[in-house]
């Protein structure tokens, strides 16, 4: 996989085996995906029906997007060539790596250029910063705005705490003395 969630919230439906199965040089054939994402017309619908007009997002073509499929600006480092188009996680070596305790989960959304979409750190919140960029549009100034820049998925924070050496992962928990830390619980991170 390159980029989180790609194959999963932007490709459509009866595309998804055909995407992973084929090559990045050949990526081009899905831009229409990237140019209009199908879970962008669904989360749309939902809000419509459960809080009309609280939600606006942009109309296709979502051209907001193909920085993250061909490394351009803002995610690319000023002056970068944009690339074809390719589902590529993709690293820029010349951004300095953010110490842990000034990271944010937010990656570059939250003004953490070491963080996702440059590359991918285990604690970058994928699943909130794909659906404020491709539901929310936040990358076009004018959709900057509530609620498109608080989508999310309410977890905002891992179940255990990460370390800060290799293997990084929290040891895993018990399948069997565990019960699920929901947000707002104590321990389980703030509800946004």
């Known amino acids: 996989m390159g980029n989180p969630l790609i194959n999963e919230l932007v490709i459509g439906?009866?595309?998804?085996?055909?995407?992973?199965?084929?090559?990045?040089?050949?990526d081009s054939q899905f831009a229409n995906f990237f140019l209009?994402?199908?879970?962008?017309?669904?989360?749309?619908?939902?809000?419509?029906?459960?809080?009309?007009?609280?939600?606006?997002?942009?109309?296709a073509p979502r051209t907001d997007l193909l920085p993250l499929v061909t490394y351009a600006a803002p995610i690319a480092a000023p002056g970068t060539p944009a690339g074809p188009v390719a589902d590529m996680l993709r690293l820029n070596t010349g951004v300095p790596a953010t110490p842990f305790v000034n990271a944010s989960r937010l990656g570059l959304l939250g003004g953490?250029?070491?963080?996702?979409?440059?590359?991918?750190?285990?604690?970058?919140?994928?699943?909130?910063?794909t659906l404020r960029v491709a539901v929310g549009g936040v990358l076009i100034p004018s959709f900057n705005h509530f609620?498109?820049?608080?989508?999310?998925?309410?977890?905002?924070?891992?179940?255990?705490?990460?370390?800060?050496?290799?293997?990084?992962?929290?040891?895993?928990p018990s399948g069997r003395n565990r019960r699920h830390i929901d947000p707002g619980e104590p321990g389980g991170g703030p509800v946004q």
């Open 13 to 26: 439906i009866g595309s998804k085996d055909r995407f992973s199965m084929d090559q990045p040089v050949n």
């Open 112 to 129: 953490d250029a070491a963080g996702y979409p440059n590359g991918r750190r285990l604690f970058d919140d994928v699943v909130d910063i």
């Open 36 to 59: 209009d994402p199908p879970i962008v017309h669904v989360v749309d619908a939902i809000y419509g029906k459960l809080f009309p007009g609280a939600l606006t997002v942009p109309t």
């Open 147 to 172: 609620p498109n820049n608080i989508l999310g998925d309410g977890v905002n924070v891992n179940d255990a705490p990460y370390q800060l050496q290799f293997p990084y992962l929290a040891d895993c």
